[in-house]
Nanobody
Framework: QVQLVESGGGLVQPGGSLRLSCAAS????????MGWYRQAPGKEREFVAR???????TYADSVKGRFTISRDNAKNTVNLQMNSLKPEDTARYYC???????GGQGTQVTVSS
């Protein structure tokens, strides 16, 4: 049974914006902190951002000031607003619970001119 479903990836030019969303079951969403990892080809998985059930946010230094994570408790979704995108942000982005018990299939983000 699929627990987390991501959406919103795509191709964008450098400097552009994308918004990723992750839908979770209510059971998971009400218990876990939620967030995102990413993995580029040939590289290790990298933490991006997380948000606790108390709305405390944490960001990787590489995205701080450009990305904003939020959660919509009414819709059981967590969102990642990505602004000022750079080519080095190109990766497959995975939604995850924290601790990482549940994860999604990922959505591809490509930043290229």
């Amino acid at each position: 049974q699929v627990q987390l479903v991501e959406s919103g990836g795509g191709l964008v030019q450098p400097g552009g914006s994308l918004r990723l969303s992750c839908a979770a079951s209510e059971r998971i969403f009400s218990i876990y902190a939620m967030g995102w990892y990413r993995q580029a080809p040939g590289k290790e998985r990298e933490f991006v951002a997380r948000i606790s059930t108390e709305l405390i946010t944490t960001y990787a230094d590489s995205v701080k000031g450009r990305f904003t994570i939020s959660r919509d408790n009414a819709k059981n979704t967590v969102n990642l607003q990505m602004n000022s995108l750079k080519p080095e942000d190109t990766a497959r982005y995975y939604c995850s619970t924290f601790p990482t018990r549940y994860g999604g299939q990922g959505t591809q983000v490509t930043v290229s001119s």
